[in-house]
Nanobody, 123 residues
Framework: QVQLVESGGGLVQPGGSLTLSCAAS????????MGWYRQAPGKQREFVAN?????????NYADSVKGRFTISRDNAENTVYLQMNSLKPDDTAVYFC???????????????WGKGTLVTVSS
């Protein structure tokens, strides 16, 4: 089994900063990439950022967060972070961690999801 557990959500004022983290645990042979999606009230879930855990890859960001959010990783801890700066009210959403993981050498790569952490940007 694989578990993704997010942490760091909460209430922050507009213009403020917040850092989310997500740790993957369980039966993991390798991680190809980890990233973040978010779902605002009444909206579809959307891509936020992704970072490869393998060499040679590059980070990707949604246009709406580019220049404000930074994704980073800690390969040794199977953890991904999302540093969010200059937060806006429309950043309010449940943020979901995802990971492309190979559980065993015989397994195919599958996407796993965390349960989400709520970020509320409001004064």
């Amino acid at each position: 089994q694989v578990q993704l557990v997010e942490s760091g959500g909460g209430l922050v004022q507009p213009g403020g900063s917040l850092t989310l983290s997500c740790a993957a645990s369980g039966s993991i042979f390798s991680i190809n990439s980890m990233g973040w999606y978010r779902q605002a009230p009444g909206k579809q879930r959307e891509f936020v950022a992704n970072i490869p855990f393998t060499s040679g890859g590059s980070t990707n960001y949604a246009d709406s967060v580019k220049g404000r959010f930074t994704i980073s990783r800690d390969n040794a801890e199977n953890t991904v972070y999302l540093q969010m700066n200059s937060l806006k009210p429309d950043d309010t959403a449940v943020y979901f961690c995802n990971a492309d993981i190979r559980r065993t050498m015989r397994s195919s790569v599958m996407m796993y999801w965390g349960k989400g952490t709520l970020v509320t940007v409001s004064s």
